[in-house]
């Protein structure tokens, strides 16, 4: 099978330290009143799901707030933020030798993500993690020629391997995403959603993949199950 996966939530739990950089940049503006991270993490999950950039909303917030944000302050945080994401995310370590598995059985393992803010950034953050190897493609939407919607992308890996849609799988966190793949595509998809997420407004969606599984272990067992169906 051709097992297609996106980065952000289901390779490596990147959300784990925004409540850290909300605190960085509470200090870093001087802001005293202690809801401050939460209003911003609530903020965070909201614009996440609308696909809105940080530089977008983040100095029409703190201006709601009173903060005088400048386009100085803007840059530094995102760099700050996507530093964070990139060096405390939170990997499985039983990840890199699940990938290995999945293709010692033959299967056919890409990356299909969404780019970052900082150009070129989303494929360092995958090399950084060491997993790059197990993954025969690697597609930044946005980024990789060609390509700027997840289903395209899934559909030129189907076109690549010549695969139906019954011999490729889709893997995401985001029901938004998933169900834009179904739709466009009709592959099977799997929704792998942290548990803590599910309150959260990006997790928060009315459509439901084919099947859903909380952690990387259960991600397996379904996917030796699809694969013998």
């Known amino acids: 099978m051709l097992i297609i996966f996106d980065f952000d939530g289901v390779l490596a739990d990147t959300y784990i330290v925004d409540g850290e950089f909300y605190e960085w940049m509470k200090k ?28 977008v909303w983040w100095p ?24 964070l994401r990139t060096t ?3 990997i499985d370590p039983k990840i890199p ?36 190897k197990y993954f025969s493609d690697i597609i930044i ?11 395209s992308a899934v559909k030129h890996l189907m076109n ?18 998933i169900m834009e793949v179904k739709i466009k595509t009709n592959v ?3 929704q792998l959603v942290d548990r803590r997420y599910l309150d959260k407004v990006p997790w928060m969606h009315p459509f439901r993949a084919d099947y859903i599984v909380y952690s990387f272990d259960e991600l397996i067992h379904l996917i030796d199950k699809i694969s013998v169906e």
Do not use: Q
Not at 46 to 51: E, H, K, R, V
Not at 98 to 125: N, Q, T, W
């Open 160 to 177: 690549k391997y010549d695969l139906s849609s019954n011999e490729t799988v889709y893997v995401d966190d985001k029901p938004e995403a």
């Open 97 to 132: 030798g699940y990938l290995k598995l999945l293709v010692d059985k033959g299967h056919i393992l890409s990356i299909v993500a969404g780019c970052d803010e900082i150009h070129g950034l989303k494929h360092d953050r995958i090399l950084f993690t060491g997993m790059e």
């Open 141 to 151: 939407v946005g980024e990789t020629k060609g390509i700027d919607t997840k289903w």
């Open 60 to 83: 029409k917030v703190l201006e709601k707030m009173g903060i005088d944000a400048t386009t100085d302050f803007i840059d530094e945080a995102v760099c700050e933020l996507w530093y």
């Open 188 to 190: 099977k998809t799997i």
């Open 88 to 90: 405390r995310a939170r």
């Open 28 to 55: 870093r503006l001087g802001i005293e009143y202690d809801f401050f991270t939460n209003v911003m993490l609530y903020y965070e999950y909201l614009f996440d799901a609308l696909s809105v950039p940080h530089y």
